[in-house]
């Protein structure tokens, strides 16, 4: 007898299913994977809150936000378990009224969140730190240096705009400047 050629095919197939089977079931019983949809954020009590920006850690353990959360319209900065475990923790200080967290970065190891506030006076932008996990209390790490902290930036476009002049012989600087102010990379 002829065997047509969808039948042998047919029997091909099979065959490669079965042995995918069998070689699963001697791998043994697999992990299941352990991500899970989880809301990171903690309840809004602001009718109109919302997370306007976010950054997950190096390590993949963290994630950091800013939200207008307690307050409506007052953005402040939070961090959370990646995993969904706990409670969002909120890092920054009591902030004067006013008062906003702009920025943020983490730390390369993860164990620090450096932020950007108005936090003491309104108006006056400031440099603070604290552990990403919440612990301790948000320290400042620049004291009276506004100034100092955008003029340590060669030609920080920003400089002009503050009145801050330019050390004699530079240059101006190029207009897609995104250089960190060193003040923030050493608090890192």
Do not use: E
């Given at each position: 007898m002829h065997r047509g050629h969808s039948e042998v095919s047919s029997r091909g197939r099979m065959r490669r299913l079965l042995v995918r089977l069998l070689l699963l079931a001697?791998?043994?019983?697999?992990?299941?994977?352990?991500?899970?949809?989880?809301?990171?954020?903690?309840?809004?009590?602001?009718?109109?809150?919302?997370?306007?920006?976010?950054?997950?850690?190096?390590?993949?353990?963290?994630?950091?936000?800013?939200?207008?959360?307690?307050?409506?319209?007052?953005r402040e900065i939070y961090s959370a378990k990646l995993d969904g475990s706990g409670t969002s923790v909120k890092?920054?200080?009591?902030?004067?009224?006013?008062?906003?967290?702009?920025?943020f970065l983490i730390s390369p190891?993860?164990?620090?969140?450096?932020?950007?506030?108005d936090q003491d006076v309104n108006g006056r932008t400031e440099l603070y730190s604290r552990p990403i996990d919440g612990s301790?209390?948000?320290?400042?790490?620049?004291?009276?240096?506004?100034?100092?902290?955008?003029?340590?930036?060669?030609?920080?476009?920003?400089?002009?705009?503050r009145g801050l002049s330019r050390p004699a012989g530079r240059?101006?600087?190029s207009s897609n400047s995104t250089a960190v102010p060193s003040t923030a990379q050493a608090a890192l």
């Open positions: 001697a791998m043994g019983p697999q992990p299941a994977l352990a991500f899970t949809n989880a809301k990171l954020n903690g309840p809004f009590t602001a009718i109109d809150g919302d997370v306007t920006s976010f950054q997950i850690s190096p390590d993949s353990t963290w994630a950091v936000y800013l939200a207008d959360q307690d307050t409506n319209g007052v890092l920054n200080g009591a902030l004067v009224g006013g008062g906003n967290v702009t920025a190891d993860s164990s620090r969140v450096v932020y950007y506030a301790g209390s948000a320290v400042k790490v620049n004291v009276n240096q506004r100034a100092a902290c955008v003029s340590r930036v060669p030609d920080h476009p920003r400089q002009h705009a240059k101006p600087a």
